[in-house]
């Protein structure tokens, strides 16, 4: 699996996955998600509670799906919960049979300065890497070449950074 980050999203990816507190929802880049989040919300079809997830298609959006996922309360966020949000964004993705996303986890929980840089790093590599991983060995051929593996990711971040770089090159090795 290829691991990228930038300050936007990458809009080469077949999915978006976007997560969202419960406590500080944000949904601020495209008006007609933010239509149907609070739709959704009014309706109670969904609410950000630690991993809930929303999945729809937004036409004004590049992706051939959008899965809004929750994260819970920000002060209930930890290294933990980071990697299994994104085992299960893996997951999801893999489980629509698309093979990349894009996402901006990491943004969110970045900003509210709890983790180092390059502990967050660790936490996203160890997350894809794990939820990503799928034990084939006495499966049949056929029966491998029918599980999907996730080829990249792209991670969007609120500033570029070597801390946040050497963290998931350390999550890679371990």
Same mark, same amino acid.
Do not use: W
């Given at each position: ?43 109670? @079809?969904?609410?950000?509670?630690? *991993? =809930?997830?929303?999945?729809? $298609? %937004? ?6 799906? #959008?899965? !809004? @996922?929750?994260?819970?309360?920000? *002060? =209930?966020?930890?290294?933990? $919960? %980071? ?6 964004? #893996?997951? !999801? ?82």
């Amino acid at each position: 699996m290829k691991i990228t980050f930038g300050l936007d999203f990458d809009i080469t990816k077949e999915v978006l996955v976007y997560g969202l507190f419960e406590d500080d929802p944000e949904i601020d880049f495209n008006k007609e998600l933010l239509k149907e989040y609070e739709y959704v919300l009014e309706k109670k @079809i969904f609410f950000p509670t630690f *991993g =809930e997830v929303y999945s729809t $298609r %937004v036409i004004s959006l590049p992706f051939q799906k #959008v899965f !809004l @996922i929750g994260l819970g309360k920000r *002060g =209930e966020m930890t290294l933990e $919960r %980071v990697r299994r949000v994104l085992g299960k964004s #893996v997951k !999801l993705v893999k489980g629509a049979m698309l093979e990349s996303f894009t996402t901006n986890i990491i943004c969110v929980v970045s900003g509210f300065g709890l983790y180092s840089d390059e502990l967050l790093g660790q936490a996203t590599a160890e997350g894809l890497l794990l939820g990503n991983y799928s034990f084939t060995h006495y499966l049949s051929a056929e029966k491998q070449l029918k599980k999907k593996i996730i080829s990249s990711v792209a991670v969007q971040l609120k500033e570029s950074s070597d801390a946040f770089e050497d963290g998931l090159k350390r999550g890679y090795l371990l």
